[in-house]
């Protein structure tokens, strides 16, 4: 996963995969995903990124199974 912060547009770009594009669905006001042909998400754009998402500050935490 790829995470890009544009800071001279406040938009951030959550890259899922590299698939081709086949639609864009908006989630909310400033918020929306690419799918595949198959549906499955290739990426989420947020626009507004410092106030609706808080980037570009990103914490990156993995859980492990034997931590559940």
Known sequence: MNV???KDTDTAL???SDAAVE???EISEHVFVDLDK???VV???IEHA???ARLPHVRIEEI???AA
Do not use: H, I, Q
Request: charged share 25%; no cysteine; proline share 0%.
């Open 4 to 6: 890009k912060y544009f």
């Open 14 to 16: 959550l890259e899922f």
């Open 23 to 25: 639609e864009t669905r």
């Open 38 to 40: 198959a549906g499955n």
């Open 43 to 45: 990426s989420m754009t």
């Open 50 to 52: 410092a106030t609706t």
């Open 64 to 66: 492990d199974a034997s």
